[in-house]
């Protein structure tokens, strides 16, 4: 079992960037594929990115296709989005998401998700 906290939400303005970070503890953290996902007020549920247990590969939403980048780093057991050239849009609530399944973590049924941490952008 592991449990996954989000931190480094927070208000920014249009173009800037923000880091979020997803601490895991308990279970080994090396095994498991990441990913996050976000909902806007509304809004369904979307996946907008995921990266593989080694780290050798990664997928992203379209919609943030070259303005976001998913990493981790196993030692620290934590789960990074950096989010650059952030738009109003991007507005959301924003899950990290762990499943030993790749698949699982891709279609949003990963076993374990975070609390989710507020990103807002301003105009």
């Known amino acids: ?12 303005q249009a173009g800037g960037s923000l ?3 997803c ?9 498991y594929n990441m990913g996050w996902f976000r909902r806007a007020p509304g809004m369904e549920r979307e996946f907008v990115a995921a990266i593989t247990w080694s780290g050798s590969s990664t997928n992203y939403a379209d919609s943030v296709k070259g303005r976001f980048t998913i990493s981790r780093d196993n030692a620290k057991k934590t789960a990074y989005l950096q989010m650059n050239s952030v738009k109003p849009e991007d ?10 399944r ?8 990963s076993q374990y998700w975070g609390p989710g941490t507020q990103v807002t952008v301003s105009s």
């Open 1 to 12: 079992q592991v449990q996954l906290v989000e931190s480094g939400g927070g208000l920014v």
């Open 19 to 21: 880091r979020l970070s």
């Open 23 to 31: 601490a895991a503890s308990g279970s080994t953290f090396s095994v």
């Open 91 to 100: 507005t959301a609530v924003y899950y990290c998401a762990a499943d030993l």
């Open 102 to 109: 790749l698949l699982r973590v891709l279609d949003g049924g």
